[in-house]
């Protein structure tokens, strides 16, 4: 990584899912579950078509709940209140991560294609809440999803955000092209390395890649 890299950055972006939280932690496992029994009882097919619907919505729309209204036009409120009542056991206090996004210069914002009562609760069990100015999902979004680079402009222009001054941390790699295409630092956070022209930075250690932003600021 550049020492100079994010020297002008003064807005950090977070995803949430899988981003502020470990892999580890299986939430999405809870999350799929609930998303294939929804669709399963929804469209009335069975559980295997029910997780084939789910994963080409997935993949084509950027979300399943896209995919599900472009095709369905189902009601998202129900589906959404649905798939996010999940158990977040698995999630512990990272003091040391909250250490570091609290000392980021700037304004601090989380944007996921969740809920934002969800993602509530995930930085409340994280030891995350409070260090935030603003977090916003995909109601905020008017229900378009990331990758969508509609949705990332409409939620930069509620937050009125720089992108030319912003950073993005995102683990799903393709969510980082439209980040990248408006000007802002791109970094995959994920396991194993996504290599593309839209991402300038790779780690699988997002509170050590936060210390080593903040020395090279220091």
């Not at 619907?53 to 036009?73: D, F, N, P, S, V």
């Not at 409409?154 to 720089?162: A, K, S």
């Not at 799903?172 to 802002?184: E, K, Q, S, Y």
């Not at 194993?192 to 890649?209: C, G, M, N, Q, V």
Request: charge should be negative; proline fraction near 7%; hydrophobic fraction near 45%.
């Amino acid at each position: 990584m550049s020492a100079h890299a994010f020297r002008h950055v003064s807005a950090w972006v977070f995803d949430l899912d899988n981003t502020l939280y470990p892999p580890s932690a299986r939430l999405f496992d809870q999350i799929e579950a609930r998303m294939t029994a929804w669709v399963a009882d929804a469209l009335k097919v069975d559980a295997a078509e029910a997780n084939r619907l789910r994963a080409h919505y997935w993949a084509q729309y950027g979300t399943t709940l896209a995919g599900l209204m472009a095709e369905h036009g189902i009601d998202p409120d129900p589906y959404l209140h649905e798939v996010h009542e999940i158990e977040l056991h698995a999630l512990r206090p990272d003091p040391l991560l909250a250490a570091r996004i609290a000392a980021l210069p700037g304004r601090r914002i989380v944007y996921t294609n969740a809920t934002t009562p969800y993602a509530q609760r995930v930085l409340e069990a994280r030891g995350l809440s409070g260090l935030f100015d603003a977090v916003y999902g995909v109601v905020e979004a008017g229900f378009r999803p990331k990758p969508e680079r509609a949705a990332f402009e409409t939620i930069f222009g509620l937050d009125g955000l720089d992108p030319t001054r912003a950073a993005m941390f995102e683990d799903d790699a393709r969510n980082l092209a439209a980040p990248h295409a408006m000007g802002m630092q791109t970094v995959h956070v994920a396991p194993h390395p996504a290599p593309a022209d839209h991402i300038h930075h790779h780690t699988d250690d997002l509170t050590a890649f936060l210390g080593r932003i903040l020395t090279a600021a220091g």
